[in-house]
């Protein structure tokens, strides 16, 4: 089902920073891949391996994200929610589609199309995947952020995007910060209504995208219709840095020291970074040698069960 023209992604490239949130356009609202009928048997495929995430639409800004399917349970199926995502009240997410083997040739198309726009500036593209929402009408998407550059896709419907700047100290403090990338824990990330006037704001419609960075905090407000959103992510060599100096930084307060804010003092992250680059390598050795699983942010997709 491979279609150059809907997997484009129109973009100023070159002014494109991979570190700056920006809006782009694109066609793949059209893709055959992404018709109602194809994602209910998607979901259906997806379930049976536990790779559905969804909760009702009683979630507002301030619901933990990680939180939000525990406290406000969908108990339909998949195929139910979607098939009837119009009055569902839901929010589904299909995780790491890019696990099947149809939707992993989507997830290429796209980042195949774009891969050497990026690589001229952001080099070192793996731990590919995938992400599809659907979602009911006024549903929301709790405030979060996620560790992947994302471009996110407007496919159907139309939903109101907000997006906070990664450097932005007020949207998410660095500590929360340091946390998620060591813990992959959200909870010191907290909604204030206020932050809203912080935000970028993209009312998007189909045809239509936002591009942000890995940990740009992030909120959702769907429309008067449902919705189909789809996000394309990966890490680059630069967040894989940020990441482990991030999680420098969180060992680094557990014993009581409080580092200046990463990319704030250079010296000190080429020495966090060389450092604990030395560990994280001796460690993946260990296990190497000892027979174990490695898992490795620099796989070509994600793996199955991180979200």
Not at 182 to 206: G, I, M, N, T, Y
Request: charged share 25%.
């Amino acid at each position: 089902m491979s279609d150059k023209r809907t997997a484009r992604v129109d973009l100023d490239w070159a002014n494109f920073d991979p570190w700056r949130i920006q809006g782009f356009r694109h066609r793949l609202m059209e893709h055959p891949l992404l018709q109602p009928d194809q994602l209910v048997a998607l979901g259906g495929r997806l379930e049976a391996h536990g790779r559905v995430r969804t909760h009702s639409n009683a979630v507002d800004a301030g619901t933990s994200f990680n939180n939000a399917p525990r406290l406000h349970p969908n108990k339909r199926s998949a195929t139910d929610t979607l098939e009837h995502i119009a009055d569902a009240k839901a929010w589904m997410s299909l995780l790491n589609v890019q696990t099947d083997p149809l939707y992993r040739t989507l997830v290429d198309e796209v980042l195949d199309g774009i891969a050497s726009d990026i690589e001229a500036r952001d080099p070192g593209m793996c731990y590919r995947g995938g992400w599809i929402f659907v979602t009911s009408p006024s549903t929301v998407t709790p405030f979060h952020f996620d560790k992947e550059h994302n471009f996110l896709f407007q496919v159907r419907g139309r939903k109101t995007v907000y997006v906070w700047d990664h450097r932005d100290t007020e949207a998410a403090s660095e500590a929360a910060r340091d946390r998620f990338h060591a813990c992959h824990e959200r909870d010191l990330l907290v909604w204030r209504d206020e932050l809203r006037e912080r935000a970028q704001k993209f009312e998007l419609e189909p045809g239509q995208g936002a591009y942000m960075p890995s940990t740009s905090p992030h909120m959702v407000e769907n429309g008067a219709e449902p919705s189909i959103t789809m996000s394309f992510t990966y890490y680059t060599d630069a967040t894989r840095r940020d990441s482990l100096l991030h999680r420098a930084h969180y060992r680094l307060r557990q014993w009581g020291i409080e580092a200046p804010a990463v990319d704030s003092n250079r010296l000190l992250d080429g020495f966090l970074h060389a450092s604990f680059r030395s560990i994280s390598n001796a460690r993946l050795l260990v296990r190497r040698v000892a027979g174990r699983t490695i898992r490795s942010d620099r796989a070509a997709y994600a793996h199955s069960d991180v979200h």
